[in-house]
């Protein structure tokens, strides 16, 4: 059976999310068309307004204005610290834990010479120019233990001064495994346990 070419649409948007195939595509839309108009129009609006977003200038989150809260806030810079993480939702995950008090930085993914990832493609640059003028003392890489990740932070100890303290999180997190994904405990727990590299 052909769904109308509307419904094949949406269904061609949510297979695009992750963790989402084309039967579960199915079901969302078919559910979003049980929804009153008032709703869906609702919804709408709120999707087309995820263009407004921006990205933190600083530190690269998203945010509603070119400089996040986070970085607004003077009092996570006291502690001299940045906690270096691949993409968004790991800032957010360590941030749900109320483990961390200082500053972020995304460096938008990981070193993979296989997927032609290198230094130029990542934040790097801005992170050293973020520790100079900070005066940051201390980096936590918390870079998911894989092996991109394990090359990067070989790389990041290589190029981060001497005079800053380096240490990636403990590993309560397996290998292999998303921060994104991992409950406050663990996350807690992995801040805790992290270890000079």
């Not at 939702?89 to 460096?107: M, N, P, Q, T, V």
């Not at 230094?119 to 640059?125: A, F, S």
């Not at 001497?162 to 663990?186: A, C, S």
């Amino acid at each position: 059976m052909q769904f109308p070419e509307k419904i094949s649409k949406m269904v061609e948007h949510f297979s695009r999310w992750p963790g989402v195939g084309e039967k579960t595509a199915i079901r969302y839309v078919l559910s979003l068309l049980r929804w009153n108009h008032d709703d869906l129009h609702a919804l709408s609006s709120a999707i087309a307004e995820l263009t407004l977003l921006k990205r933190c200038q600083e530190c690269g989150l998203i945010s509603e204005e070119t400089t996040c809260d986070i970085c607004k806030n003077h009092e996570r810079f006291l502690h001299k610290t940045i906690c270096v993480v691949e993409g968004v939702a790991d800032c957010f995950a360590i941030e749900r834990s109320g483990e961390f008090k200082g500053a972020y930085h995304i460096l938008g993914g990981v070193l993979s010479p296989l997927q032609q990832i290198g230094p130029n493609e990542l934040t790097i640059d801005k992170l050293l120019l973020r520790i100079e003028r900070r005066d940051i003392r201390e980096v936590i890489l918390a870079l998911n233990p894989s092996v991109e990740g394990d090359i990067t932070c070989s790389y990041l100890r290589d190029v981060i001064p001497l005079k800053v303290r380096v240490e990636r999180i403990g590993m309560g997190i397996p290998m292999g495994g998303n921060l994104e994904h991992l409950d406050v405990l663990t996350i807690h727990k992995a801040l805790e346990n992290r270890r000079s590299l």
